[in-house]
């Protein structure tokens, strides 16, 4: 195990109007150099496990859980044979670095934007952390490889005890809370290959706990960055909300690109208690070499509701299938999806929900653009077990396509066990009209800002869940998607 650098990357200045086209690509895509603390060999070894362990100061029992991970993780095959699966032949842990430590002087993350490294906090600042914290958010957390280098968590929240932290931290100070969650019940690591090796290498990430009857009224934000040529990110999520309780948790993730792959597999564990609410936004642009492989899962409990919002424009490749167990009388799930495929880009998204008590309502929207050659794939699961009566689902898919040379697939399963229910399932796929472009042009739009109108109409019911900040950078994403300036 060492800790050593890598050469540096020829730093790359944005220019003052990046939120404009060119200039916007550059937000995104520009590579700042930067030391690290500490650099963990490539590969995925025992040794790597306990070295990695050891830096962060973790209690036995979280070291035992990553070994376990480890066995398992060896123990299973790569997932093959899926009908359109992303090819996964490229993605070898062996040439990953899993962890990579900032060299910032507090560890945990610093209490102020001006005590961080010049270079990280410049990399914050070109993505809009800092106004967005001053902005429209009770809490901020940054990640920055492999570890969060800035949390805050606004005193009005602090003293009614929400508590919002890195994951790291987390195992510290509240390592019963942790240890009863942290994949146990809701995404053990025997769960998927992907699961498992996150299980083993997971780091960084973010804790939340809303206690009981308490609404965070304004947002809280964890942003991840990926700097780093050929590094893996691993970061952990975990949020409980307590009975009757609401929280709104964003999260964003972004990458600059590079020649060889990068690899990302987190974990979302959500637990949303009795009459509870939890919303999870994210908005990810992993660059186009990035393999985008999470696991995200909520268990919600009677009268409560769980929201999916969901933005995926990066990546060479996404398997993402955010999944909802019903469980309480009452509770509901709602997901809403967008996924952008342009060429070289397949993203296979979807949404599972697990009717598993009376009256549980779901519904799922999945919007899907490609273009270029690209390929997206809605790929869902609908269960509703024997007893779950009067539950509902609506399932709706739409596809919209640009040319002859993308593709677009729907795969719904669904599963009924029970005869007292209401299950409906839709799925158009279509080209934008000449027609539609012809109206457009005829009131004054060229070709491109016609069909950037009819895009932006399409993919509406997300951007009407999300705070005005994510809805406009979501639109911009779809815009630089379109005119073919990203990645």
């Given at each position: 195990?060492?800790?050593?650098?890598?050469?540096?990357?020829?730093?790359?200045?944005?220019?003052?109007?990046?939120?404009?086209?060119?200039?916007?690509?550059?937000?995104?895509?520009?590579?700042?150099?930067?030391?690290?603390?500490?650099?963990?060999?490539?590969?995925?070894?025992?040794?790597?496990?306990?070295?990695?362990?050891?830096?962060?100061?973790?209690?036995?029992?979280?070291?035992?859980?990553?070994?376990?991970?480890?066995?398992?993780?060896?123990?299973?095959?790569?997932?093959?044979?899926?009908?359109?699966?992303?090819?996964?032949?490229?993605?070898?842990?062996?040439?990953?670095?899993?962890?990579?430590?900032?060299?910032?002087?507090?560890?945990?993350?610093?209490?102020?934007?001006?005590?961080?490294?010049?270079?990280?906090?410049?990399?914050?600042?070109?993505?809009?952390?800092?106004?967005?914290?001053?902005?429209?958010?009770?809490?901020?957390?940054?990640?920055?490889?492999?570890?969060?280098?800035?949390?805050?968590?606004?005193?009005?929240?602090?003293?009614?005890?929400?508590?919002?932290?890195?994951?790291?931290?987390?195992?510290?100070?509240?390592?019963?809370?942790?240890?009863?969650?942290?994949?146990?019940?809701?995404?053990?690591?025997?769960?998927?290959?992907?699961?498992?090796?996150?299980?083993?290498?997971?780091?960084?990430?973010?804790?939340?706990?809303?206690?009981?009857?308490?609404?965070?009224?304004?947002?809280v934000q964890a942003y991840f960055r990926?700097?780093?040529?050929?590094?893996?990110?691993?970061?952990?999520?975990?949020?409980?909300?307590?009975?009757?309780?609401?929280?709104?948790?964003?999260?964003?993730?972004?990458?600059?690109?590079?020649?060889?792959?990068?690899?990302?597999?987190?974990?979302?564990?959500?637990?949303?208690?009795?009459?509870?609410?939890?919303?999870?936004?994210?908005?990810?642009?992993?660059?186009?070499?990035?393999?985008?492989?999470?696991?995200?899962?909520?268990?919600?409990?009677?009268?409560?509701?769980?929201?999916?919002?969901?933005?995926?424009?990066?990546?060479?490749?996404?398997?993402?299938?955010?999944?909802?167990?019903?469980?309480?009388?009452?509770?509901?799930?709602?997901?809403?999806?967008?996924?952008?495929?342009?060429?070289?880009?397949?993203?296979?998204?979807?949404?599972?929900?697990?009717?598993?008590?009376?009256?549980?309502?779901?519904?799922?929207?999945?919007?899907?653009?490609?273009?270029?050659?690209?390929?997206?794939?809605?790929?869902?699961?609908?269960?509703?077990?024997?007893?779950?009566?009067?539950?509902?689902?609506?399932?709706?898919c739409d596809a919209l396509m640009f040319?002859?040379?993308?593709?677009?697939?729907?795969?719904?399963?669904?599963?009924?066990?029970?005869?007292?229910?209401?299950?409906?399932?839709?799925?158009?796929?279509?080209?934008?009209?000449?027609?539609?472009?012809?109206?457009?042009?005829?009131?004054?739009?060229?070709?491109?800002?016609?069909?950037?109108?009819?895009?932006?109409?399409?993919?509406?019911?997300?951007?009407?869940?999300?705070?005005?900040?994510?809805?406009?950078?979501?639109?911009?994403?779809?815009?630089?998607?379109?005119?073919?300036?990203?990645?």
């Open positions: 195990m060492s800790t050593k650098e890598e050469p540096a990357d020829k730093e790359l200045t944005a220019d003052e109007e990046h939120f404009r086209t060119a200039d916007a690509q550059s937000r995104f895509d520009f590579k700042k150099v930067q030391k690290a603390a500490f650099k963990a060999d490539k590969g995925l070894t025992e040794e790597t496990i306990r070295v990695i362990s050891e830096d962060k100061g973790e209690p036995e029992w979280m070291l035992k859980r990553r070994l376990r991970a480890l066995r398992m993780f060896d123990a299973m095959p790569m997932p093959t044979g899926w009908p359109g699966q992303p090819d996964l032949s490229e993605v070898d842990v062996n040439q990953i670095v899993p962890y990579i430590r900032p060299d910032i002087e507090t560890r945990g993350g610093a209490e102020s934007w001006d005590d961080l490294p010049e270079e990280i906090r410049d990399t914050f600042d070109k993505l809009g952390i800092p106004e967005a914290e001053r902005n429209a958010l009770s809490g901020v957390g940054a990640q920055y490889e492999s570890e969060i280098v800035y949390q805050n968590m606004q005193e009005q929240w602090q003293e009614k005890g929400v508590i919002f932290c890195n994951m790291d931290e987390a195992v510290r100070k509240y390592p019963e809370l942790v240890e009863e969650y942290f994949m146990t019940k809701c995404v053990p690591p025997s769960d998927n290959k992907f699961a498992a090796l996150h299980g083993a290498i997971w780091s960084g990430g973010s804790f939340v706990y809303v206690p009981e009857g308490i609404t965070v009224e304004m947002p990926m700097n780093s040529e050929g590094m893996g990110q691993f970061e952990h999520t975990l949020i409980v909300a307590e009975k009757g309780s609401e929280v709104h948790y964003i999260e964003g993730c972004s990458a600059p690109k590079y020649g060889v792959f990068n690899l990302h597999s987190g974990a979302v564990e959500v637990f949303v208690g009795e009459d509870a609410h939890v919303q999870y936004s994210t908005v990810q642009n992993w660059s186009k070499n990035t393999y985008n492989l999470n696991t995200k899962r909520a268990i919600v409990e009677k009268g409560g509701r769980m929201e999916w919002i969901s933005g995926s424009m990066g990546s060479k490749s996404t398997m993402l299938y955010p999944a909802t167990i019903l469980n309480g009388r009452g509770a509901s799930d709602n997901h809403i999806t967008i996924a952008f495929a342009t060429a070289g880009q397949n993203i296979d998204t979807g949404a599972k929900v697990y009717h598993n008590a009376p009256e549980t309502k779901s519904t799922i929207v999945s919007k899907s653009i490609s273009k270029g050659g690209g390929r997206t794939n809605y790929r869902g699961l609908v269960r509703i077990a024997r007893g779950a009566k009067d539950a509902a689902c609506s399932v709706e040319d002859n040379e993308s593709q677009s697939d729907t795969m719904p399963h669904i599963e009924i066990h029970e005869s007292d229910v209401d299950v409906a399932h839709e799925a158009t796929v279509g080209k934008i009209g000449d027609e539609d472009v012809f109206y457009l042009q005829s009131r004054g739009l060229d070709d491109d800002d016609a069909k950037q109108l009819i895009v932006s109409g399409f993919i509406e019911p997300i951007t009407n869940e999300l705070p005005i900040e994510y809805a406009v950078e979501l639109n911009r994403l779809v815009e630089l998607e379109m005119e073919g300036s990203l990645g």
